[in-house]
């Protein structure tokens, strides 16, 4: 079993090998927050999420909402994209 001062030691060491900056603050955490956020926008639902992390639906609604609007964005431009003039136009 790993404690957590070791778990830091080797994740700080992990970042420093990779060039993540410590003023980025990117956290164990930010890995979980990384993880969910790619899960939703690949497709996967609250409800299975929910269960994959240990975190209630509401609490997931809650905190990633929001991409449901990138989301719907995303799906609804799927058959548009930009001129060289930034028009909008269908492909």
Do not use: P, W
Request: aromatic content about 10%; overall charge positive; hydrophobic content about 35%.
């Amino acid at each position: 079993m790993l404690t957590k001062r070791t778990l830091f030691y080797h994740f700080n060491k992990l970042k420093d090998a990779i060039g993540i900056n410590a003023d980025r603050n990117v956290t164990l955490y930010s890995l979980r927050h990384f993880f969910i956020t790619q899960r939703i926008m690949s497709g996967v639902s609250f409800r299975e999420l929910s269960g994959m992390c240990g975190t209630s639906m509401t609490q997931i609604e809650k905190t990633y909402y929001h991409l449901n609007d990138i989301i719907m964005k995303t799906t609804a431009l799927k058959d548009y994209k930009l001129d060289d003039d930034g028009k909008i136009i269908q492909i």
